[in-house]
């Protein structure tokens, strides 16, 4: 068979090569790394700064549970502070504003995760539902960057601000 189908033969309700698939048709740069089962998009973002003080974002994809899901996640996306608990109840609180968007915390290793996902369940990943999933966590992190500035407070989202941010992935790629 050429190509990559879009749902795999087995209990798999879609897998990376779907999405890596979605990201090459859109033109966007990414890297599959098959040993960790998933994919990498790196963002040059406005706002938003990683633990090393860059301007860089980096959503990981990947198809837990057998490829029933999709889960988009930017890994210890702030740093966790001084009093772990009020970081984290501060970053619950945004997530409680941000449609789709969810905040976990794994305090072995001091990681606040960001995350999307979404159930795959008998038919496959879209296009827009994969870059919506993206584009949406990377607009969370840009917004939610105003919580780390404001000593951990309590966020605003963009739009309740005035901002309007703008999608970066749809727009741009003409999926919206």
Sequence with gaps: MVGVPHVVESKMAFSLECCAEILAKGRIRHHVDAEQSM????????????LRGEKLAIAQITAPDDGRRCRVTLERAFAVGADPSATCLAFCRAAA??????????????????????????????RLQLLAMVDSLVEAAETWQATVADGVGRVEPA???GKALKPRLCERRGAA
């Design 39 to 50: 994919i990498r998009v790196v963002f040059v973002t406005r706002e938003y700064k990683n």
């Design 97 to 126: 504003d941000t449609p789709l968007v969810g905040v976990e915390f794994d305090a072995d290793c001091e990681n606040l995760r960001m995350v999307i996902e979404t159930a795959v369940e008998d038919g496959r990943l879209t």
């Design 159 to 161: 739009r309740q601000a």
